[in-house]
């Protein structure tokens, strides 16, 4: 069994968190931390694999997957020839936009960043928690083999654990540490999530000389955004236009404002969340009816282009399910009490679920996530390894 955490590995837990904040990585620009993570992982001699979702991304770092082989296995067989459970532990290495420095310190027990910023606890304190593991682990093995997934672009919508091969992956079962709420939450439920964009094409003419010849585009984007259904839905579905813009110049920094044409293009940007398939479906349908029947008007019709991006779909957890067990098991074996619940965002564990691998999300204790003065207490920071170590021997029993 592989040991618990002692005071010596939360030590180096805190001084592993503090190095990782400093490292700047917000989506997109994971390198620094990825060439750190690559190091310490080789160091112990652990295999890690970066994938090619830099390539697919634009980015400049791909995802971080290493083994850790189970007691008895070695690196060219961790699950002793398949008698070794697999067990998947997931964080995410980007952040939010942080400031040009990065100065994290603990004051009476919290973390923060010292200049008031976004600290980036989320996700950084369950890297520093895994780094540490892996550091157990290597030491002394569990009953299981453990594959570790450091994703990539997470914040924007989960594109990085999107763009991976989900066929490389050995495990059933995942856990991924990146709620934002107080530990002891699990996520058994969270919704899809698509993403619309419509372009709007009038007919420009002079406003003042001949304004009927126009066809107003952004009257029509106006119209559309006004016909769409907004908020919390009956059905527990969300919808949210975050963009309206048109106009001659729209979308271009210091272009002028024109008013004396009719504007011949407009763009409308919004999400579209659900609790299950059917809902999403149902909720997507009534959007795109609405926005078709908004962008007509009685001198003309505006063209519409629109597009329909599924970002994630949902999942549901039953209570009995084997996965949902092992974490309530691994949260009161570290004093905590379990509270399930459906939450109304996204995780990496939307894109495992849809891929097979059936994963829940826990509650990292952090506060203020995306947030200037963000913050993690210290002991929750201990708690988050305490909690993947005792998943990890839950798994291995």
């Keep these: 069994m592989p040991a618990t955490p002692s005071a010596h590995d939360h030590e180096r837990l805190r001084a592993t968190f503090a190095e990782l904040c400093a490292i700047r990585s917000p989506s997109g620009a994971e390198r620094g931390i990825a060439d750190h993570v690559l190091g310490r992982l080789r160091r112990l001699g652990l295999p890690v694999e970066e994938d090619g979702a830099a390539v697919a991304l634009g980015g400049d770092a791909g995802n971080l997957l290493c083994r850790i082989p189970a007691a008895g296995g070695t690196p060219e067989d961790p699950d002793r020839g398949g008698t070794a459970p697999w067990i998947l532990l997931c964080?995410?290495?980007?952040?939010?936009?942080?400031?040009?420095?990065?100065?994290p310190e603990c004051v009476e027990g919290t973390w923060r960043d010292a200049g008031g910023g976004v600290?980036?606890?989320?996700?950084?304190?369950?890297?520093?928690?895994?780094?540490?593991?892996?550091?157990?682990?290597?030491l002394r093995p569990a009953g299981a083999a453990v594959e570790v997934l450091l994703?990539?672009?997470?914040?924007?919508?989960?594109?990085?654990?999107?763009?991976?091969?989900?066929g490389v992956l050995r495990s059933r079962t995942g856990f991924v540490v990146d709620h934002p709420s107080p530990q002891g939450g699990l996520v058994v439920g969270a919704p899809g999530h698509v993403r619309f964009e419509a372009h709007l094409t009038g007919r420009a003419a002079h406003a003042g000389i001949a304004p009927e010849q126009g066809r107003s585009a952004v009257l029509a984007a106006a119209r559309a955004a006004l016909a769409l259904p907004a908020g919390r839905l009956a059905d527990g579905?969300?919808?949210?236009?975050?963009?309206?813009?048109?106009?001659?110049?729209?979308?271009?920094?210091?272009?002028?404002?024109?008013?004396?044409?009719?504007?011949?293009?407009?763009?409308?940007?919004?999400?579209?969340?659900?609790?299950?398939?059917?809902?999403l479906q149902r909720t997507v349908d009534a959007c795109e009816a609405a926005l078709h029947d908004a962008v007509h008007d009685r001198a003309g019709p505006v063209d519409l282009d629109l597009t329909l991006e599924t970002r994630f779909r949902p999942y549901a957890h039953a209570a009995s399910a084997?996965?949902?067990?092992?974490?309530?098991?691994?949260?009161?074996?570290?004093?905590?009490?379990?509270?399930?619940?459906a939450d109304a965002g996204g995780s990496d564990a939307n894109v495992l679920n849809a891929r097979g691998l059936a994963t829940v999300n826990l509650a990292g204790g952090n506060r203020g996530a995306h947030e200037a003065g963000e913050s993690v207490d210290d002991a929750d920071l201990g708690r988050t390894l305490d909690l993947l170590a005792a998943v990890v021997r839950g798994a291995g029993a």
Aim: no cysteine.
């Design 91 to 103: 964080a995410h290495l980007d952040t939010v936009p942080v400031g040009a420095v990065v100065r």
């Design 119 to 138: 600290l980036g606890a989320d996700n950084k304190a369950t890297v520093a928690a895994l780094l540490t593991l892996a550091e157990l682990l290597a």
């Design 151 to 166: 994703t990539v672009q997470e914040e924007p919508q989960l594109r990085g654990v999107t763009a991976m091969d989900h």
């Design 237 to 279: 579905s969300t919808v949210n236009v975050g963009l309206v813009e048109g106009g001659a110049g729209a979308g271009m920094p210091g272009a002028p404002v024109v008013t004396n044409v009719v504007p011949a293009h407009a763009r409308l940007v919004g999400e579209i969340r659900a609790p299950d398939d059917e809902a």
């Design 322 to 341: 084997p996965v949902v067990a092992a974490a309530e098991a691994a949260l009161r074996s570290v004093g905590l009490t379990p509270r399930p619940f």
